[in-house]
């Protein structure tokens, strides 16, 4: 079984603040070539001007993207760069600390990575995700500890 979660409340504020980027922009588009003025403003600026609200309206997406997938084999994490895959041989825990905005996967040698696809402010969804992601952890060492167990000693 594979679980995966987002962040509910980012995406919502992202994909408002996109719609948002995109309406005002090309208002402000449609509305330039009344402008009074004095500036000549032709049909470029125009496109112009709605293309950098689409542009913003990206950047604002962005903050959607974050994903966590877990399975029996490991947990791949999409962050705002980048997609990684770790096995559940490579994790010490997951956790969520006190006060900390999001949880993150902790490595051995002290290193951590953030899982922004579980944040604090989306409350009960982080709990359900956390509960997830511990159990599929806890599924996977107890099926490790059966195969070391069923392996012939060498």
Partial sequence: MTYQARPHKA???????AVLFVAVFVIVAVLLR???TGVYFYASDQVAMAGIGLVLALGALWFARPRVR??????????MIGTHRYRWSEIKTVSFPDGSPWARLELPADEYIPI???????????????????RLRREADADSQTDSEDRPAS
């Fill in 116 to 134: 922004l696809a579980v944040q604090a402010i989306d409350g009960e969804h982080a709990v359900t995700a956390m509960r997830e992601l511990r």
């Fill in 70 to 79: 877990a399975d029996h084999d490991g947990v791949e994490v999409r962050n």
């Fill in 34 to 36: 009344r402008s009074s």
């Fill in 11 to 17: 995406r919502v504020i992202a994909i408002a603040v």
